[in-house]
Antibody, heavy 121, light 106 residues
Framework: EVQLWESGGGLVQPGGSLRLSCAAS????????MIWVRQAPGKGLEWVSG????????YYADSVKGRFTISRDNSKNTVFLQMDSLRAEDTAVYYC??????????????WGQGTLVTVSS | SQMTQSPSSVSASVGDRVTITCRAS??????LAWYQQKPGKAPKLLIY???SLQSGVPSRFSGSGSGTDFSLTISGLQPEDFATYYC?????????FGGGTKVEIK
């Protein structure tokens, strides 16, 4: 059974940092690209970042480029999102998700339960 | 490509047929996915490649379209289908989601 479990969310002051983790199980983690998606309270889904199977390629939304860093540790089946210079508008539930196929389109077939990040003084 | 969904909400009754549309700002062939999200839960993949049904998803859900115009149809709305639905451009980064369509009980 595929499982994704996010952790690391919490309350942080503007300008602060947080590191989110997403632990995966139930599939060959190193074969799949991984994605972070966020959802601000009462709002829709927003793609944040993506990382290739090996970790060699990373991608970011313009809204987080230069502030967030995605990485992965295939030996620990975990993907990370380092979030620096946090702003109030980064307040959201952050989901990690798995690409459905080992190549091709980015259809996201499994999602974690989400972790809430609140940026406030 | 930016994704625009309509309507933003729809009221319907159990048994109704509901259609949600999604328009891409540029052609994306059939590289579109649809998700269902219930309050407090993670999104669930329903449809990929515009019309392929994800494993385990009931056949009352169907998708169609190509290029810039797509639709999701629920044939015979069930109580568990009241939720918010999102389309997503799935081809390449930056990925993009539509604004969502909330299906509410009439």
């Amino acid at each position: 059974e595929v499982q994704l479990w996010e952790s690391g969310g919490g309350l942080v002051q503007p300008g602060g940092s947080l590191r989110l983790s997403c632990a995966a199980s139930g599939f060959i983690f190193s074969n799949y690209a991984m994605i972070w998606v966020r959802q601000a309270p009462g709002k829709g889904l927003e793609w944040v970042s993506g990382i290739s199977e090996s970790g060699d390629s990373t991608y970011y939304a313009d809204s987080v480029k230069g502030r967030f860093t995605i990485s992965r540790d295939n030996s620990k089946n975990t993907v990370f999102l380092q979030m620096d210079s946090l702003r109030a508008e980064d307040t959201a539930v952050y989901y990690c998700a798995k690409r459905r196929d080992t190549s091709g389109l980015y259809n996201l077939d499994f999602w974690g339960q989400g972790t809430l990040v609140t940026v406030s003084s | 490509s930016q994704m625009t969904q309509s309507p933003s909400s729809v009221s319907a009754s159990v048994g109704d047929r509901v259609t949600i549309t999604c328009r891409a700002s540029q052609g994306i062939h059939r590289w579109l996915a649809w998700y269902q999200q219930k309050p407090g839960k993670a999104p669930k993949l329903l449809i990929y490649a515009a019309s392929s049904l994800q494993s385990g998803v009931p056949s009352r859900f169907s998708g169609s379209g190509s290029g810039t115009d797509f639709s999701l149809t629920i044939s015979g709305l069930q109580p568990e289908d009241f939720a918010t639905y999102y389309c997503q451009q799935a081809n390449s980064f930056p990925l993009a989601f539509g604004g969502g369509t909330k299906v509410e009980i009439k």
